[in-house]
């Protein structure tokens, strides 16, 4: 059964950076492609970025182009998001996705307030 389990949310203050990370089990990682989504509050889930499984080939919304950074991990089938200059708008859930599956996790909730 394939699983995405996201962790690293938290509250920050404006400017603030963290770290989130997405665990794969049971996917077949290294030929995977991964993306990031997140839900602010009363908004619709949006796609933020993707890395494919070439690690250096990755997509960027224009929301995400120059704050955030997606990498991977095969060896510990991670996927991570690293994100700098946080504002408020960018509090929401963000979730993993394998791309092109049906397969989510629940997300992790970050709140970027003073």
């Known amino acids: 059964q394939e699983q995405l389990v996201e962790s690293g949310g938290g509250s920050v203050q404006p400017g603030g950076s963290l770290r989130l990370s997405c665990v794969a089990a049971?996917?077949?990682?290294?030929?995977?492609?991964f993306q990031w989504y997140r839900q602010a509050p009363g908004k619709e889930r949006e796609h933020v970025d993707t890395?494919?499984?070439?690690?250096?080939?990755?997509e960027y919304s224009d929301s995400a182009k120059r704050r955030f950074t997606i990498s991977r991990d095969n060896h510990k089938n991670t996927v991570y998001r690293q994100m700098t200059n946080l504002n408020p708008e960018d509090t929401a859930v963000y979730y993993c996705?394998?791309?092109?599956?049906?397969?989510w996790g629940e997300g992790t909730g970050l709140l970027v307030s003073s």
């Open positions: 996705h394998r791309m092109s599956h049906r397969t």
């Open positions: 890395i494919y499984s070439n690690h250096t080939l990755t």
């Open positions: 049971g996917i077949p990682f290294s030929g995977a492609a």
